[in-house]
């Protein structure tokens, strides 16, 4: 764990992205991709270029999927949206797992009377069956995902709106994220940020993102709170 601001952290509101940082979804993403690709009868995608692709919805990753063979018209992308989000919808936890040391955090948190939110860039669609799955969406006074509001990350909307929903100053919360979408919509909303090591920000070591706190487990996380 780096701390890299001196100060510890007063969130009253714990802000937590999902893919990459509380689940491990690359696996059933890329299966999701790789059935739409193989009925196109094209190549499957390796997992490490897929989980490149994460972290901007699912329609972008698909997008981008097929864009390896060659860029997808608005009309073939949405066809490609309707067999993902089947294929996907009916397979979302066949290899999905919680990283370790999330749902013990979750609860320590909890206890201590913070409040907790997850920030996902997943269509609600999938965030919140996946969630309830997990037995995590209890855990959270406020689920935002990708399409819940008029903006997703890297805008600042949902923090901003986070911190207006528990009547709380932006300094007041902590985002917990794994990209520069994270990264990014916490500088612009003014919240301090930290990044989990083990995410998905493509080949980018998280340090470089410049976040307050790195942090190679969820657990660590309790440590940089005051
Ligand atoms: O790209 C997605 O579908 C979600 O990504 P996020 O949970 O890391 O915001
Ligand atoms: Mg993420």
């Known amino acids: 764990m780096v701390k890299l601001n001196t100060e510890a952290f007063a969130a009253r509101v714990v802000l937590l992205d999902l893919d990459g940082t509380l689940v491990d979804t690359a696996p059933d993403l890329a299966a999701a991709a790789n059935h739409v690709l193989q009925k196109l009868g094209r190549a499957p995608a390796e997992m490490p270029v897929i989980r490149g692709f994460i972290g901007n919805g699912v329609r972008e990753l698909m997008r981008r999927a097929l864009a390896i063979q060659s860029d997808p018209s608005a009309e073939e992308l949405d066809a490609a949206m309707v067999d993902f ?95 520069r979408n994270d990264t990014q919509a916490a500088r612009a909303a003014g919240m301090p940020i930290a990044c989990v090591t083990y995410g998905y920000n493509g080949d980018e070591p998280v340090h470089c993102l410049e976040p307050d706190a790195v942090l190679d487990s969820m657990r660590e996380l309790l440590d940089i709170l005051a």
């Open 85 to 179: 989000s089947q294929y996907y919808g009916a397979h979302l936890l066949d290899h999905s797992v919680i990283y370790p040391g999330v749902r013990g955090t979750l609860e320590a948190l909890q206890a201590q009377g913070r409040e907790l939110v997850c920030i996902t860039n997943k269509a609600a669609a999938f965030t919140v069956p996946l969630l309830q799955r997990l037995g995590l969406y209890d855990f959270f006074g406020l689920v935002l995902s990708g399409d819940s509001l008029p903006r997703k990350k890297p805008d600042p909307l949902p923090l901003t709106h986070t911190a207006e929903h528990f009547h709380q100053p932006v300094k007041n919360c902590l985002l917990v994220g794994d990209s």
